[in-house]
């Protein structure tokens, strides 16, 4: 059985989760209306990535025998001045997020919940492998500048990136 603290952390990050998925939408969203076909892939996978996210944590609480209480998710920014602003907002609250998935694993720790602390170790791995992959992308448009051939080359190889469902735990 898991503590009413950390099922209500717990809820509280599915929900920060859900509103990582809800973002990255918005975003998926801008690139479609640019035409960017790489960039609207890039962000399709990391729609799909978010919501596995989210349910992995839905179910492990489930398996713990707590309660999954759903919140509001905020509404997302729907407007960037440009690929490069989307990106360094992806950076941004990627960062977030890990500093969330901490925050969660210090409240098993004062919980003295082993079991969660085993379970959220992927999600602190997972979140230093997001950060790098956002910060390559990043790397890249800032090298890019105003060139939009360059910008087309890698929208090119944006389109690439495959969702692979993690297995979470």
Request: glycine share 4%.
């Amino acid at each position: 059985m898991i503590s009413e603290k950390m099922e209500k952390a717990f809820n509280e990050q599915i929900n920060k989760e859900l509103f990582s998925e809800y973002l990255y939408l918005s975003m998926q969203a801008y690139f479609e209306r640019m035409n960017l076909t790489g960039f609207t892939n890039w962000m399709t996978v990391q729609v799909q990535e978010e919501h596995a996210h989210a349910m992995g944590m839905y179910t492990y609480l489930n398996e713990r025998g707590g309660k999954v209480e759903l919140m509001a998710i905020d509404k997302p920014q729907t407007d960037w001045a440009s690929p490069l602003d989307v990106f360094k907002h992806v950076l941004e609250h990627e960062q977030f997020v890990t500093s969330c998935i901490n925050k969660l694993m210090d409240v098993a720790e004062e919980e003295k919940d082993r079991a969660a602390l085993s379970f959220l170790d992927w999600y602190l791995k997972e979140q230093v492998e997001e950060e790098n992959n956002v910060g390559g992308v990043l790397a890249k448009l800032e090298l890019i500048g105003d060139d939009k051939h360059a910008l087309l080359l890698l929208d090119k190889d944006l389109a690439t990136r495959t969702f692979v469902a993690p297995v979470i735990g």
